[in-house]
């Protein structure tokens, strides 16, 4: 191919690195704002990028890495779209000595020497703090609270864990009844509709927990369309803290923000040249994060860089 030159240089101070990065899709404002961060700061780190876009298919994403493997690029970084069924294609890269770096989501592979590192948030913490709001906000009350559940694309590791960090918190207490839960696969549109189903068979619907914000942001028109308040009538939590969840939390439609910060292109790079020179990296590297009140939005919305 057109890049070969570029990855065999011959002195080993002016050699370019290839790296074939295989992203989810374009599903979200996060995502939108993690991709670019990827291919920007891969130009700024002076390595070669060839991105593909799956659109939330796996075996796009399969598919993708083989061509990556085939064109001998010197690393493969991906961010899985579901948890499973990666096995054959992560042996397909080692057998073929190209280090894998994990990004945003993890693999369950039993075999962690599958990939080198896994740099991405940890999801079930971001469940539990949108739990912990919640047992909060209600602690002085008795009466029952109805939550709807927006869950984020079947099988993918945010999905799973954001599930179960917030389900290990609430299930402290009985008041708390999860009574409708559905994925809305992270995209607006999708959120919206089976928001619209929700409202349909359940009369009374006290909170919603949406697994990213685009969801939430599609929940509030379906909520606005059936004539309820939202922030108000039905409190709304999400996950991510893009700048349109950010600015809905500012403006009183959303109650709570927690924070998944999709800027991890610098830290990929560094990884990636580490990976490459044969240096060791930690098995797993976690991004910090934050959360937010509507007040907190307010402070902070014209400084948000996603
Ligand atoms: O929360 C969602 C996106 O994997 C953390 O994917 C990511 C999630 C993010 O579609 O908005």
Redesign the pocket.
């Known amino acids: 191919g057109s890049d070969d030159t570029a990855n065999s240089g011959g002195g080993s101070g002016d050699k370019k690195i290839v790296m074939g990065f295989a992203q989810?899709g374009a599903?979200?404002?996060?995502?939108t704002a993690n991709t670019k961060s990827i291919q920007e700061s891969a130009k700024e780190a002076g390595i070669t990028l060839k991105f593909s876009d799956a659109q939330q298919k796996q075996e796009n994403q399969i598919k993708a890495i083989r061509s990556y493997i085939q064109q001998k690029v010197d690393v493969i970084a991906f961010?899985p779209v579901v948890e499973s069924g990666w096995d054959t294609v992560l042996q397909e890269a080692k057998a073929a000595k190209i280090p894998v770096v994990l990004t945003?989501?993890a693999v369950d592979s039993k075999d962690t020497s599958l990939y080198r590192t896994f740099l991405?948030?940890d999801?079930v913490e971001e469940g539990k703090k949108a739990g912990q709001w919640l047992v909060d906000q209600y602690k002085d009350s008795k009466d029952p609270v109805n939550i709807v559940q927006l869950e984020?694309t079947t099988g993918?590791?945010?999905a799973n864990d954001r599930k179960s960090g917030f389900e290990q918190v609430i299930s402290a207490d009985p008041k708390f009844k999860v009574i409708a839960s559905q994925s809305g696969n992270?995209t607006r549109a999708e959120g919206k509709q089976v928001m619209e189903a929700f409202l349909k068979s359940n009369p009374k619907i006290d909170v919603l927990w949406a697994?990213?914000?685009?969801m939430g942001l599609g929940a509030i028109e379906a909520i606005e369309g059936a004539g309820k308040v939202p922030g108000k009538d039905i409190k709304i939590i999400t996950?991510?803290a893009t700048h349109d969840g950010m600015q809905a939390l500012a403006d009183g439609k959303i109650n709570f923000i927690v924070e998944?910060n999709?800027l991890m292109g610098p830290q990929l790079m560094d990884l990636a040249k580490k990976v490459v020179a044969g240096e060791t990296v930690p098995q797993r590297v976690v991004t910090d994060e934050t959360t937010f009140t509507q007040e907190q939005a307010k402070e902070v919305l014209p400084s948000r860089k996603y």
């Open positions: 989810v599903e979200s404002g996060w995502r961010s945003d989501r991405g948030s999801f984020g993918s590791a945010p992270f697994h990213n914000d685009d996950a991510d998944c999709p």
